[in-house]
């Protein structure tokens, strides 16, 4: 059989502990993981493209075949690209899953080919959110149960800065 590849694209505005959690799930399922950071994106973010992808770079340094990437334009584009049979998404709460399955109905039809493949995380990234944890942060709190100690950092430099 072929080597069968995922894409995990977001944001990652920064990546949290529940991406990483994804990140392993998915790690274990495909032969490659190719994680990207969307550039394009209409939302302002926190972090620039570079940044974001340092923090996965150092999140994801014992994964083996885990691979930081970024992209423009369309996912599926990008899956088509890089030989990639499946899109990785993660559903947290029932909330999530409208905004999923549209995403996925619209990216099947532009390229069948591509299926999305949903992962729910373990039970303490239930509820969080990369938006949650930047508001956390801004008003002085701690997340170091939701992300790294070296993004937890950042965030601080990041707020401080502003
Ligand atoms: P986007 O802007 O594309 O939604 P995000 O970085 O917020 O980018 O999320 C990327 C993907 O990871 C989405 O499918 C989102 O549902 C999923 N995700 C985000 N946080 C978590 C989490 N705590 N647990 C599981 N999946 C998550």
Known sequence: MSSRTALYPGSFDPPTLGHLDLIERASKIFDK?????ASNDQKSSLFSVEERMEMLHEMTRSLENVTIDKFEGLTVEFAREKN???LIRGLRVVSDFEFELSLAINNQKLN???????????????FLSSRQVKEIVRFGGRVS??????VEKRLVEKYREE
């Open 145 to 150: 149960h939701y992300v790294t100690p070296e």
């Open 112 to 126: 069948p080919a591509v299926d999305t493949v949903c992962l729910m995380p373990s039970v303490p990234y239930l």
């Open 33 to 37: 993981l190719i994680v990207a950071v």
């Open 84 to 86: 990639a049979q499946a």
